[in-house]
C-alpha cells in the first residue's frame, strides 16, 4: 500500500503537467520577409535578354531539342546547349522577374512573369530577339514567401504602393 502511494505521488506532478500541454495548438510563424515589388507597367516591360550569367537557385530543368532551359526562382531562365554532354555550353538568360514554372510547347515557352503568364518565341530567342507572344494578366497568386507561409497583411495590396506586384522576396 505505501509503494501505491509513493509511486500516486510521484506521478500526479507528471500528470498535472502533461494535462497543461496544448498538443492541438498550432505554431505561429512569424515571415522574415520583405516583398520585391514592381509596378505592373514595369512587369510589362520587365523581360529581356540579357548577357550569360551564372545560375543561382535553380528551380525546373526541361530538356528540348538539345536544349536545357533552367529556370532560376524569381528570376528567370538560362539556356543551356547540350549537344554535346560532356561539354555543355550556357548560350543565355531570359529575365523573367518572378519566375518559378515553365513549360515548352512546340517552340513557345510559357512562363510565369509573377502574376502573368507569357508566350515566348523560342525560334527568335536562339537569333538574338525576344518575342513576347502573348501575355495574359493575373492567372496566377502572388508569390509567397519562401518560408512557406501566407503573404503578411502588412504587404497585401492595400496597404503597400499603388499598382504593384510582389515577383519575390528578400530576407531582412
Not at 116 to 125: G, K, P, Q, S
Amino acid at each position: 500500500m505505501k509503494t501505491t502511494k509513493k509511486i500516486w505521488l510521484l506521478s500526479l506532478p507528471l500528470l498535472l503537467a502533461v494535462g497543461c500541454v496544448d498538443f492541438n495548438s498550432t505554431p505561429v510563424v512569424y515571415t522574415t520577409y520583405s516583398p520585391i515589388l514592381i509596378t505592373r507597367s514595369n512587369l510589362a516591360q520587365s523581360v529581356s535578354i540579357k548577357p550569360v550569367t551564372n545560375i543561382g537557385d535553380a528551380a525546373k530543368i526541361y530538356y528540348k531539342d538539345n536544349y536545357i532551359f533552367i529556370s532560376e526562382r524569381f528570376k528567370g531562365v538560362h539556356i543551356i546547349d547540350n549537344t554535346n554532354p560532356k561539354a555543355p555550353v550556357n548560350k543565355g538568360y531570359i529575365a523573367i522577374p518572378g519566375c518559378v514554372d515553365m513549360a515548352i510547347k512546340n517552340n513557345i515557352l510559357y512562363v510565369d512573369n509573377a502574376v502573368d503568364l507569357i508566350a515566348i518565341n523560342l525560334t527568335e530567342v536562339e537569333k538574338g530577339n525576344l518575342v513576347v507572344l502573348k501575355r495574359i494578366e493575373n492567372v496566377f497568386p502572388e508569390v509567397f514567401p519562401p518560408d512557406g507561409g501566407v503573404i503578411p497583411s502588412k504587404f497585401n495590396t492595400t496597404n503597400r504602393p499603388k499598382n504593384t506586384i510582389i515577383i519575390g522576396w528578400k530576407n531582412n
